[in-house]
């Protein structure tokens, strides 16, 4: 079959992504590597909080500079990741 990528190729490519990835991830500040392992263990938790949160994006702004000022990389992450569901939930009722 031309034209189809095979299991092994994405396999491949995705392994590839990730080396790049973890080659990105080590040239960030040791408490950013370290919130992003955090988050990574703890994604579907964090999901289900973004999910509940009732922010709105104003607040959600205005929280995400104040934690990226202050350095609080976990509650940034946890931010992003609420930003993303409530996006996401908008255009589902769109």
């Given at each position: 079959?031309?034209?189809c ?6 396999r ?7 080396k790049v990835?973890e080659?990105?991830i080590?040239e ?14 703890n994604?579907q938790?964090l ?6 949160s ?14 990226l000022?202050?350095?609080n990389?976990?509650?940034?992450i ?7 569901m409530?996006?996401?939930k ?5």
């Amino acid at each position: 079959m031309e034209g189809c990528i095979s299991v092994r190729e994405n396999r491949d490519d995705w392994l590839e992504k990730v080396k790049v990835l973890e080659e990105a991830i080590k040239e960030l500040p040791k408490e950013l590597q370290n919130a992003i392992c955090w988050a990574v263990e703890n994604y579907q938790t964090l999901e289900n909080m973004g999910r509940a949160s009732n922010m709105t994006s104003e607040e959600i702004q205005c929280a995400m500079e104040n934690a990226l000022a202050e350095k609080n990389y976990v509650t940034l992450i946890l931010l992003h990741i609420t930003k993303t569901m409530i996006e996401l939930k908008e255009n589902e009722e769109s």
